[in-house]
């Protein structure tokens, strides 16, 4: 292994992507070789680059590994196993896009503060405290996310990085506001609808050194209202893990335009990937269960979260309702409207309710994924299963939006872990 003045790393993953990344890498990096899991492949070699066991990396502890394969989970935990630490990620959704420079020192920059982060001396609830924790406990990973998000609008915003408006919508922590400030994003304003993270986030952004433009807590309609008060409109919206919570995200779509000026990006990521058959067979049991089985209160759940099963909500709420209107449903009717209203919130219940008492007919579940549902109080949905096709087939007719699916091929998207949907509006 000869090495230069670059810098020595190993591909974790000799296939299509490990190739793709030495193709994307090897102008900044001297690659000494790809590592693979398949015996097959030992001492063969890729474009004279040679292949060697893991075990090699037991010689190499010093050379970093860059994980090009969609195992990264597995490939992340042998390799702790193996006490190496040193590994990062080749872009596994942006494969056409290379990390900027700026984007990868200040990823690193934040994961060495996340790591010295004292949680504990944290003046946050035990809600975050435990979300901020398994941030850090997956800091390769959740970073790697928040730097594909921000490369993403990077490449399509038509705008000076540093005059340019952000919103980190539905952002939780607020660790994604605090790498797009370490970027080099010039307003970068933070949202969430929990006023407790918007409080903690701000705690977080101090304690990490980092002062975040302003704190909007609320939905879009209270977005909208502090753009119209504080004469602001922005540029670009990220976020990860929130698209599967929006209640009606038709509404979302149709109303985002009023946060922006002219044209707006949008890049929205979530794990919540319905292309992937393994990830919607455990949504799917994990619907049924908030749908029938009442959870127990544990350390730091959420307290705007209902413990009761969403089945037994709707019927509560049906029967309230029908009480106030002094009229008399048998309990097989009740748990049948209670059937056919999963996946609404209460003002829907109520509203299809009342179309039921006047004509006797009931929607139709049309949902594409029928395990799909949300709290009836908030109209947060557990882990929704999106029907792509059918919300960018409505997005589409909003008007010129450039819109597309990341991984933009189907077998990827199989394969994949995070599904992206990026616009231009």
């Not at 924790?133 to 540093?162: C, G, M, R, W």
């Not at 504080?230 to 893990?241: A, E, T, V, W």
Request: contains cysteine; hydrophobic residues 35%; glycine residues 4%.
């Amino acid at each position: 292994m000869v090495s230069n003045l670059k810098e020595d790393v190993f591909i974790f993953g000799a296939s299509r992507a490990g190739i793709e990344c030495f193709n994307n890498t090897k102008n900044i990096h001297n690659i000494v070789g790809y590592i693979d899991n398949d015996k097959n492949k030992w001492n063969t070699t890729i474009e004279n680059i040679n292949v060697y066991s893991p075990d090699i990396l037991l010689k190499y502890r010093n050379n970093r590994v860059i994980i090009a394969s969609v195992y990264y989970k597995e490939i992340i935990n042998q390799l702790e196993k193996m006490e190496i630490y040193n590994y990062d990620f080749e872009p596994i959704i942006l494969k056409n896009h290379k990390m900027d420079n700026k984007i990868v020192e200040s990823k690193r920059i934040l994961f060495k503060k996340l790591r010295n982060i004292d949680i504990k001396s944290l003046k946050i609830s035990d809600y975050n405290k435990r979300y901020l924790s398994e941030i850090i406990n997956d800091a390769k990973f959740f970073l790697q996310v928040y730097s594909e998000i921000l490369q993403s609008i990077i490449t399509k915003i038509n705008k000076p990085l540093d005059e340019v408006n952000f919103i980190d919508y539905g952002g939780g922590t607020g660790i994604l506001s605090i790498l797009a400030k370490e970027v080099g994003f010039g307003n970068v304003y933070y949202n969430d609808i929990y006023d407790v993270s918007c409080c903690d986030a701000k705690e977080i952004a101090s304690k990490l050194g980092y002062n975040i433009k302003d704190y909007i807590c609320g939905d879009l309609k209270q977005v909208i209202k502090y753009c119209n008060e504080n004469k602001i409109c922005f540029d670009c919206l990220g976020n990860f893990d929130v698209l599967e919570h929006i209640y009606n995200l038709k509404k979302f779509f149709s109303n985002i335009r009023y946060i922006s000026e002219n044209s707006m990006v949008l890049s929205m990521f979530t794990t919540a990937n319905p292309y992937n058959k393994e990830i919607v067979g455990k949504l799917t049991q994990q619907h049924k269960k908030i749908e029938y089985e009442e959870r127990v209160k544990v350390y730091g759940c959420k307290e705007r979260d209902s413990l009761k099963a969403y089945f037994h909500i709707r019927i509560e709420i049906i029967k309230q309702y029908l009480e106030s209107k002094s009229i008399y449903l048998d309990d097989n009717k009740i748990k049948e409207l209670s059937n056919v209203t999963k996946g609404k919130d209460k003002n829907d219940i109520i509203r299809i309710l009342d179309e039921f008492l006047k004509t006797n007919n009931l929607p139709d579940n049309n949902d594409k994924f029928s395990s799909n549902t949300c709290d009836p109080y908030t109209g947060n949905w557990a882990e929704h299963l999106i029907d792509f096709e059918k919300l960018i087939s409505y997005i589409q007719k909003l008007g010129k939006i450039n819109i597309s699916l990341l991984p933009n091929n189907k077998e990827e998207l199989k394969n994949s872990n995070v599904i992206a949907i990026n616009l231009v509006m």
